[in-house]
């Protein structure tokens, strides 16, 4: 059976989305661990709320180039709607966890940098996910 081209993007959408809530789901574990460095958490948050915005993009059918920038991702996603620049921008905050400080004598993540990572993905989740079912939930 031959899929249209919304189911194919759909499921695109999908594989986004699994994707960061992979990366979400492990960023609340390693919080959970005893550490001296919580880097590990500040980057899958950061892995997260891109990904999140990724598929927010696909949705929308944005192209976009391959790129970690929290700030730009949302710029893009501003094309369609304004609100998700607005709403979201305190994410851009991650931005530097999924590059600049990924290498030896980078930076390091207290815990409480690390919740502040993490409540910034997931409120990244919350608003992508209510404008995905929004946006495309009609394409299947």
């Known amino acids: 059976m031959r899929r249209t081209r919304a189911q194919v993007v759909l499921e695109f959408i999908r594989e986004w989305l ?28 950061q892995q997260a ?26 710029q893009l996603a501003a094309t369609m709607d304004a609100s998700v620049e607005q709403e979201l921008s305190t994410a851009a905050f991650l931005t530097p966890f999924g590059v600049e400080f990924r290498y030896p004598g980078g930076e390091t993540a207290s815990r409480e940098v690390a919740q502040r990572c993490l409540q910034e993905a997931e409120r990244v989740r919350d608003g992508v996910l209510r404008r995905v079912r929004n946006a495309c939930s009609g394409e299947g």
């Open 18 to 45: 699994r994707k960061a809530e992979a990366d979400l789901r492990a960023a609340e574990y390693l919080l959970a661990l005893e550490q001296d460095d919580y880097f590990a958490v500040a980057f899958h948050a």
């Open 49 to 74: 709320a891109e990904k999140f915005l990724k598929a927010l993009l696909v949705c929308y059918q944005i192209p976009f180039p391959k790129t970690h920038d929290i700030q730009r991702l949302l």
